[in-house]
């Protein structure tokens, strides 16, 4: 069992940045694929971006590619989410998500199904 704790949201003004980060528990997640997903107040939850095990293929959704970028430390089994250029749009939750799936390619990382594990959320606010 994998426990996930996000931090690092907050309110910033559009053009900012932020760095969320992922602390996960219960075990190493050195051979987990990570990634985030976020929701908006009324819309569906989406997929943001994942990583694989070590650290080499990283999967963008199109909404955030070039200015989100996504890395990890398995050292500190740690999953960090650095957000620059930030609009209203990007306003949410976050939530980071894991699994121990082997699945790959685009596509089967950015379902919802695919991760087992979630944490709790964290908000991140883009003003003006």
């Known amino acids: 069992q994998v426990q996930l704790a996000e931090s690092g949201g907050g309110l910033v003004q559009a053009g900012g940045s932020l760095r969320l980060s992922c602390a996960a528990s219960g075990r190493t997640i050195s051979t987990y694929t990570m990634g985030w997903f976020r929701q908006a107040p009324g819309k569906e939850r989406e997929f943001v971006v994942a990583?694989?095990?070590?650290?080499?293929?990283?999967y963008y959704a199109d909404s955030v590619k070039g200015r989100f970028t996504i890395s990890r430390d398995n050292a500190k089994n740690t999953v960090y989410l650095r957000m620059n250029s930030l609009e209203p749009s990007d306003s949410a939750v976050y939530y980071c998500?894991?699994?121990?799936?082997?699945?790959?390619?685009?596509?089967?990382?950015?379902?919802?199904?695919?991760?087992?594990?979630w944490g709790q959320g964290t908000q991140v606010t883009v003003s003006s």
């Open positions: 998500v894991a699994t121990s799936n082997r699945l790959s390619g685009s596509y089967a990382l950015s379902r919802l199904q695919y991760y087992n594990y």
């Open positions: 990583i694989n095990w070590s650290g080499g293929s990283t």
